[in-house]
């Protein structure tokens, strides 16, 4: 029988209580996700479990394979930057698409490390194993989606071809390109307004 001790609130709780199978699974994967924004090359069970706090047979319970559990962390690096594209198109679209918003919208992405660690992560991983490519890509599928409402499909293609470049800057030089020059660039590639064409 387990002893219950109380909790600071009058109720008791059980001094070993069940285990959260989920928690403990999201955790693992979190913590997979993290080590490889970090420079994930020598991701293995026991780093990841000690970034879990959980035992070294957790991480093997749940992921058979190391390339199971890389890509469990490669999915939630993917999921989140789809989050973040989604508030970035909520965002454009209410600026009608203005390039200078656009750009904005950018330079804020390309500024947050993590975010710019995750597309490297994600692209690193997909130059490694082509299988993973679909996930790598959606980040740029996503950009295509959100410029085409405001450039044909050909441009909408070259501005996310320019994002990932400035990805890639921001990755090897720690920030991004100055806001004002991601305007210049992005205005030059949209070209006129649609109004004006």
Request: charged residues 25%; aromatic residues 6%.
């Given at each position: 029988m387990m002893a219950a001790v109380p909790d600071g609130t009058g109720q008791t709780t059980a001094t070993r209580g069940r285990r959260d199978p989920g928690a403990r699974r999201q955790a693992i994967v979190r913590a997979a996700s993290d080590l490889l924004v970090e420079g994930g090359g020598d991701l293995t069970h026991r780093r990841v479990a000690e970034r879990a706090d959980v035992p070294l047979g957790a991480t093997t319970y749940y992921f058979s394979s190391l390339d199971e559990l890389r890509e469990a962390g490669?999915?939630?690096?993917?999921?989140?930057?789809?989050?973040?594209?989604?508030?970035?198109?909520?965002?454009?679209?209410?600026?009608?698409?203005?390039?200078?918003?656009?750009?904005?919208?950018?330079?804020?992405?390309?500024?947050?490390?993590?975010?710019?660690?995750?597309?490297?992560?994600?692209?690193?991983?997909?130059?490694?194993?082509?299988?993973?490519?679909?996930?790598?890509?959606?980040?740029?599928?996503?950009v295509v989606e959100l410029l085409s409402d405001w450039a044909d499909p050909a441009t909408a293609q070259l501005l996310a071809v320019f994002a990932d470049g400035a990805c890639l800057h921001a990755t090897f030089h720690g920030q991004p390109l100055d806001r004002a020059a991601i305007a210049r660039a992005m205005t030059a590639l949209m070209g006129p307004a649609k109004d004006e064409r």
């Amino acid at each position: 029988m387990m002893a219950a001790v109380p909790d600071g609130t009058g109720q008791t709780t059980a001094t070993r209580g069940r285990r959260d199978p989920g928690a403990r699974r999201q955790a693992i994967v979190r913590a997979a996700s993290d080590l490889l924004v970090e420079g994930g090359g020598d991701l293995t069970h026991r780093r990841v479990a000690e970034r879990a706090d959980v035992p070294l047979g957790a991480t093997t319970y749940y992921f058979s394979s190391l390339d199971e559990l890389r890509e469990a962390g490669l999915e939630l690096l993917a999921t989140e930057l789809d989050e973040a594209l989604a508030e970035m198109r909520q965002e454009a679209a209410e600026s009608s698409g203005d390039p200078e918003v656009l750009a904005s919208l950018l330079h804020d992405y390309l500024s947050d490390q993590n975010q710019v660690r995750a597309d490297a992560a994600l692209y690193g991983a997909a130059i490694q194993r082509p299988e993973l490519r679909a996930l790598a890509l959606r980040w740029f599928d996503g950009v295509v989606e959100l410029l085409s409402d405001w450039a044909d499909p050909a441009t909408a293609q070259l501005l996310a071809v320019f994002a990932d470049g400035a990805c890639l800057h921001a990755t090897f030089h720690g920030q991004p390109l100055d806001r004002a020059a991601i305007a210049r660039a992005m205005t030059a590639l949209m070209g006129p307004a649609k109004d004006e064409r």
